[in-house]
């Protein structure tokens, strides 16, 4: 089982990234995917989760309406649209499966995780 994050950078405010998460190992189709990020010093949170079929998803008021989760069961991976990034988004982002259908923000619940991919927001 392998999840793998990809698309960190560095941008200004304002700006907007693409995060993906491609997986291996497993059917993609029968597990939901969260999107969590851990900044230095504070505790890891979930910033969105996508059920198996796409028909849930989660987003907290920290993000919501500026970012947009998406998966794609064809093609192994699950995306992370980031726009109106500002400096409290600069954090690692980490993609993670869970065995839950549907949705849970509960970081304990997911079983396998990426490595993370750094996002850092600064002028």
């Known amino acids: 089982v392998q999840l793998v994050e990809s698309g960190g950078d560095s941008v200004q405010p304002g700006g907007s990234l693409r995060l993906s998460c491609s997986v291996s190992?497993?059917?993609?189709?029968?597990?939901?995917i969260g999107w969590f990020r851990q900044a230095p010093g504070k505790q890891r949170e979930v910033v969105s989760c996508i059920s198996t079929d796409s028909s849930f998803i989660y987003y907290p008021d920290s993000v919501q309406g500026r970012f947009t989760i998406s998966r794609d069961n064809a093609k192994n991976t699950a995306d992370l649209q980031m726009d109106s990034l500002n400096p409290q988004d600069t954090a690692v982002y980490y993609c993670a499966r869970t065995a839950f259908q549907g949705c849970t923000t509960r970081g304990y619940d997911y079983d396998y995780w990426g490595q993370g991919t750094q996002v850092t927001v600064s002028s």
């Open positions: 190992g497993f059917e993609m189709d029968q597990y939901a």
